[in-house]
């Protein structure tokens, strides 16, 4: 497992054997390993708005499985079990199940990453949120 995160986010934290902390990189290098990645994981808290949601649409428009923590705001972007897989807040034992389903199922992997970029191509590009700004803007003008 690679982990990429801020050294001041994880300095409370003993980081196992298995685990690569490379902290934070270039932007180049953060979309080349979330290209390479089986999964992507993206633990956040449960806040009236979404967090970690950058990380998580951009692993999907590049067609990385994600796995993102399943709060109310997280659910405005993914449905679970068809756009990514969402474990309950703090649950850690969704998390292990649901990042060692996508290691051992490739189909659901494919199915799901699939379902993601399609979501997030439709509905949360730049040119789809341009194209609402312009519409919000256009009514601000005739009104």
């Known amino acids: ?11 409370q934290l003993d ?8 902290g934070t990189v270039d932007h180049r290098e953060y979309r ?5 990645a089986k999964a992507v994981a993206v633990p956040t808290h ?11 649409l951009e692993s999907a428009a590049v067609g990385t499985p994600v796995v993102v923590t399943g709060t109310p705001a997280m ?11 969402m474990p309950r807040v703090y649950v850690a034992g969704d998390w292990r199940d649901m990042l060692m389903d996508l290691m051992r199922d490739e189909e659901l992997r494919t199915r799901v990453a699939a379902n993601a970029r ?16 312009s519409e ?8």
């Open 32 to 36: 080349s390993l979330m290209r390479r």
């Open 1 to 11: 497992m690679t982990l990429v995160a801020k050294p001041t986010n994880i300095a």
């Open 75 to 85: 659910s405005e972007y993914f449905l679970h079990g068809t756009e990514a897989l």
């Open 46 to 56: 449960d806040f009236a708005y979404p967090t970690g949601q950058s990380v998580a």
């Open 15 to 22: 980081i196992p054997d298995n685990v690569s902390f490379v």
């Open 136 to 143: 919000d803007l256009m009514g601000l003008l005739v009104s």
């Open 118 to 133: 399609r979501r997030v191509l439709q509905r949360n590009s730049t040119s789809v949120m341009w194209g609402d700004i």
